[in-house]
């Protein structure tokens, strides 16, 4: 924008001295950048999350118990394939074989289950606060690009630079947010890489659905207590009889399991169903807004073009620049709420 701004005022006397004051300022910034891109390192949304996973200790303290669960569970499932299946005889020795199994095996995706769950609020935390990062960068370069703008004005913008002031003070408290989810120093700085999901393919809402009802760990648990109870039911109908006092337990449980299961569906679609909901919202808003600033940057262009030619008085230009902040301003957050409900969605369901 600056640079079409300096070929529109090369023709008036009054920007071209503007010009000549401001350019000295113009090499030390590019100085300044480049020793920038040198010593403050690069961070993708990926190496974030990455980060976020290999030094969270909660998680460190789920996985060691994991293990430990899995490799009891080998012990248990060694024990039960020992077990022949024309050596049984009793209910007793069929559970030993059977219902142990199975309860190694709800064991293991139990605990997997519930590591995978805290992966999961960990990546949508930093990935919520990445995208928060870019979108105030994003609002800062607005704000700047605004205050540039009033190179004609005779005072300075005040209220813009009492915006850009709240905006780098929410900038630091996200930065911090970030670094502690990463575990590293509050106020490092980081190169981020661009991120937006623009292109992200909403799935169709049934295909979403199912998804989420095979992914999610809460899903994955609900089931594997169900399939628990199930052999349990079964074991006792093969080896003794669903009407004695261990069958009528054994099938309690089972319907239990079941109702459990059925809540858990229930609020699966309610949660996934209104993050999906969000998603399509957003993804209207964006495109609205997007489409808003395109136009408000056409206009302040014809503006300012009118500006020069004395067809447009000075306080119309500043009202039609202050609409141009705002659209880029609307843009920006409403293309951060469309990433934000996409890297939700995605984790609602399990991804």
Known sequence: MQSKLFRHIYSTTLVTTLLASTSIAFPSAH???AAEQTTIASLSIDQAVEKALKNNVDLELLRIAA?????????TLRDSQAVKEDSIYTLKDAQSKYKEAAKANRDILKDQATMDALKNTLQLQVEQAYLE????????KSHKQSIQRHYWY??????????LSK?????????AKLNGLIWEAPDKEWRLEAYDLVHYQLPAWEEVQATAYEKRPDMIKAEEERKFADVKVKVIAKYSSVSTYQGKIARNDLKKAEILLQRAKSAVDQEVKANYEKVVAATKDWEESKSAKDAAQKQYDQAWSNFLNRKVSLDELIDIEAKLLDSETKATDSLYQYNVAVVTLKQSIGN
């Not at 990062?133 to 800062?140: G, M, N, R, V, Y």
């Not at 005779?154 to 915006?163: D, F, I, L, V």
């Not at 905006?167 to 930065?175: F, G, H, N, R, V």
């Open 31 to 33: 100085v300044s950048a």
């Open 67 to 75: 293990e430990s669960t899995y490799y009891d569970s080998l012990l």
């Open 133 to 140: 990062i870019l979108s105030l960068k994003e609002k800062i």
């Open 154 to 163: 005779p005072s300075a913008n005040e209220e813009a630079k009492n915006a």
């Open 167 to 175: 905006l780098e003070d929410s900038y630091k408290q996200a930065l």
